[in-house]
Antibody
Framework: QVQLVQSGAEVKKPGASVKVSCKASGYTFTSYGISWVRQAPGQGLEWMGWISAYNGNTNYAQKLQGRVTMTTDTSTSTAYMELRSLRSDDTAVYYC???????????WGQGTLVTVSS | QSVLTQPPSVSGAPGQRVTISCTGSSSNIGAGYDVHWYQQLPGTAPKLLIY???NRPSGVPDRFSGSKSGTSASLAITGLQAEDEADYYCQSYDSSLSGSEVFGTGTKVTVL
């Protein structure tokens, strides 16, 4: 069965960086793209960007350009999302999600809470 | 600020029908891009409910249905059940801002 398993919760200070991992299993990793979506406490879903696991092409949300980098390691079927220059409003649960062939995000990781606090 | 607008909340009694609207513009839904819907139960990750405007993934009850017209889309839940109490989000693609996926503002469904 398809699974996306994310790394554990993180606590970071303002200005620091965080790197969240998303290990995929149960499907051919390079056949699908991975999106990253975050959700601040009590707020809605925010799309952060997408990476092709086939060729590494990326598309980032404009508001995060320059602070976010998405990568994949096809040898371990793992996707990564690094966010730099963290601010308090980056505190959120970060999700990875597989982009389905027919559209939409069909499988989601369990989420990783990133807390940014001094 | 999301470019897809949903009502903050809708409610209904068990067995009733409720609908959730998702209003976009000519750069997203109106441009012909597909709309997808997600259900998020408290404390859990979102779950794909409808893809490609009106298609249900395997395992999603046929009580859930989606439609799209012009610059808007709708999710209908018929035969409302207590377990349907959750947050619902629409999602589409927007060709402005260098192109990006966008989520709706979200709607809380309450079963009375």
């Amino acid at each position: 069965q398809v699974q996306l398993v994310q790394s554990g919760a993180e606590v970071k200070k303002p200005g620091a960086s965080v790197k969240v991992s998303c290990k995929a299993s149960g499907y051919t990793f390079t056949s699908y793209g991975i999106s990253w979506v975050r959700q601040a406490p009590g707020q809605g879903l925010e799309w952060m960007g997408w990476i092709s696991a086939y060729n590494g092409n990326t598309n980032y949300a404009q508001k995060l350009q320059g602070r976010v980098t998405m990568t994949t390691d096809t040898s371990t079927s793992t996707a990564y999302m690094e966010l730099r220059s963290l601010r308090s409003d980056d505190t959120a649960v970060y999700y990875c999600a597989r982009v389905g062939f027919l559209g939409g995000h069909d499988y989601w990781g369990q989420g990783t809470l990133v807390t940014v606090s001094s | 600020q999301s470019v897809l607008t949903q009502p903050p909340s809708v409610s209904g009694a068990p067995g009733q029908r409720v609908t959730i609207s998702c209003t976009g513009s000519s750069s997203n839904i109106g441009a012909g891009y597909d709309v997808h819907w997600y259900q998020q139960l408290p404390g859990t990750a979102p779950k794909l409910l409808i893809y490609g405007n009106s298609n249900r993934p395997s395992g999603v009850p046929d009580r859930f249905s989606g439609s799209k017209s012009g610059t808007s889309a709708s999710l209908a839940i018929t035969g409302l059940q207590a377990e349907d109490e959750a947050d619902y989000y629409c999602q589409s693609y927007d060709s402005s801002l260098s192109g990006s996926e966008v989520f709706g503002t979200g709607t809380k469904v309450t079963v009375l």
